[in-house]
């Protein structure tokens, strides 16, 4: 399989991969918590979506919150190939994040603590990369389903940036889109520390608390 020389720049239209008009096939249960994946959810949940990394160490921070999380799943969001597989998103060449997609109750969890435990779980300052793995797909984002989700996203990332600075980081360079079509990652992604409980986990965040109380639930 054809992969770019440099895998930080996005593709084009013109130069990304064709993709396919099916979905790939992925799990249909979620390992921990035995829900279908893909629904339907029960009334009354919100969901989330993320990019933070590496997606099997991404999503156990969001299914070890416990309480509230009512599915967490694995895929390919934000970029132009549709239905992309794992191979064709490592190519740089579907313009894809690896995203968590969280479903969760806001009557038992805040959006803002899944902000908080977001920013706290990676480098938001590091661009096309997430420590030592490089590339389109590891950069960090937030994709909002809402105005109040994007307005709280906004809200705690000038708040976290503040306290970045004080600490010595940069810029954050996180991107808050509307959320974008997810597409199920394979099932041997889904819930992967979960099965691999050794599993490789790129991530590591920069040690800086998020301020809390900044959002409203």
């Not at 029960?42 to 156990?60: I, N, V």
């Not at 992604?189 to 691999?196: G, M, S």
């Amino acid at each position: 399989m054809f992969f770019r020389k440099n895998k930080t720049v996005m593709p084009t239209p013109e130069t990304a991969l064709p993709g396919r008009a099916t979905p790939i096939p992925t799990a249909a249960e979620h390992e921990i918590f035995s829900r279908p994946l893909q629904g339907p959810y029960p009334d009354g949940l919100e969901m989330a979506m993320f990019g933070l990394g590496c997606f099997w160490g991404a999503e156990r921070k969001f299914w070890s919150l416990g309480a509230g999380i009512w599915i967490t799943a694995v895929g390919y969001a934000g970029g132009l190939t549709p239905n992309p597989t794992y191979e064709e998103v490592c190519t740089g060449l579907t313009g894809h994040n690896e995203a968590v997609l969280v479903v969760y109750d806001p009557k038992r969890i805040s959006y803002g603590t899944l902000l908080k435990t977001y920013w706290e779980s990676h480098d938001p300052t590091q661009g096309m990369r997430q420590g030592n793995d490089v590339g389109t797909q590891y950069r960090s984002g937030i994709y909002t389903f809402s105005d109040a989700q994007r307005e709280a996203a906004e809200a705690s990332k000038a708040a976290y940036q503040k306290v970045l600075s004080e600490n010595g980081y940069g810029t954050i360079t996180t991107e808050i889109l509307p959320a974008p079509q997810f597409f199920f990652a394979e099932d041997y992604h889904q819930q992967y520390l979960a099965k691999v409980p050794h599993g490789y986990c790129g991530l590591g965040g920069t040690g800086v608390s998020c301020p809390t109380g900044l959002t409203a639930a």
